[in-house]
């Protein structure tokens, strides 16, 4: 079962980097992505669980950090 690590706004701890085994700018630049492509402010509350997933203040599916390509 998955399980909520971040459900704030504002940027995500490294707690969080850590939880999903990434480095803190892989996570920034995944959540940067997923932001920008559902028209979500940069201090807009979100909800990251343990397998990636991220979802809007409203428990919209908006996208799952390990699905964005941050190697651009």
Request: aromatic content about 6%.
């Amino acid at each position: 079962m998955r399980r909520i690590i971040w459900d704030r706004a504002g940027n995500p701890t490294r707690f969080v980097s850590d939880i999903l085994r990434i480095t803190r700018w892989q996570l920034r630049e995944a959540l940067h992505l997923i932001k920008r492509r559902e028209n979500i402010g940069a201090q807009d509350r979100i909800v990251i669980y343990d397998d990636g997933t991220v979802m809007d203040a409203h428990g919209e599916d908006i996208g799952n950090i390990f699905n964005e390509d941050t190697d651009e």
